[in-house]
């Protein structure tokens, strides 16, 4: 299966993706997580794309189409794959239509994850990550064990510089603007499924797994 996960920043897009890694062993590409990973490493690649993430603006198309193109050819992802994060703009969807039309696959299907305002804005504002192993919690709603302490590794939780008030709006505005079109885009090819997560988290997750059900394996 290869999937597409849209949705505001904050609705849930990693946590829902790494349930759905467990269920069908296919790998989660999400090119938030690869730009974190070069900005940590201090590569140039890492050091450019850090000014646009720090004010919560897209770093550069042609950027992540480079990191996604290198990333959808690795072997793991031959079976199929979880994109998170990406395409987030309308030119980001056509590169990557073509990078599969030239490797003769398609996507199965784009979850359009559906939540409130209220609900993001507290998912966002709660967030904590762990700066170690990358697993993320909620103050309000996924609690660690141990306040501020992560459960797999034991390192200090943080906030994500993005993750703070003033850069929160800029995200939703620059979603409202670049990432919303794909909605459109998705939905006028027919691939486009509109997920309710609102409420409890099985209750979502079990949703979203319906979802998938349904969709024919390609
Ligand atoms: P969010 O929780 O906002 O969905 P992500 O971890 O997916 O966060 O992305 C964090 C930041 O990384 C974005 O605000 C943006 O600066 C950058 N980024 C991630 N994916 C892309 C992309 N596909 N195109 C441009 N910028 C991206
Ligand atoms: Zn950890």
Excluded: H, W
């Amino acid at each position: 299966m290869r999937i597409i996960l849209l949705g505001e920043p904050g609705a849930g897009k990693g946590t829902y993706s790494a349930e759905l890694v467990k269920r069908y062993g296919i790998p989660q590409i999400s090119t938030g997580d690869m730009l974190r990973a070069a900005v940590k490493a201090g590569t140039a690649l890492g050091r450019q794309a850090q000014e646009y993430m720090k004010k919560g603006e897209l770093v550069p198309d042609s950027v992540v189409i480079e990191l996604i193109r290198e990333r959808i050819q690795e072997r793991d992802a031959a079976k199929g794959f979880i994109l998170d994060g990406f395409p987030r703009t309308v030119p980001q969807a056509q590169s990557l239509e073509k990078m599969l039309e030239s490797m003769s696959i398609g996507l199965s299907t784009v979850l359009k994850i559906e939540v409130n305002k209220a609900t993001l804005l507290r998912r966002l504002t709660g967030r904590r990550v762990c700066p170690n192993c990358g697993a993320t919690y909620n103050i309000d709603t996924m609690k660690p064990k141990k306040d501020g302490i992560c459960d797999k590794c034991g390192k200090e939780l943080i906030q994500r510089p993005d993750d703070r008030p003033e850069t929160i709006e800029n995200r939703l505005a620059v979603y409202q603007k670049d990432t919303a079109p794909l909605i459109e885009f998705y939905e006028k090819k027919g691939l486009l499924r509109r997920v309710q997560c609102e409420g409890e988290y099985n209750e979502v997750m079990a949703r979203i797994f319906d979802s998938l059900e349904k969709v024919a394996k390609v």
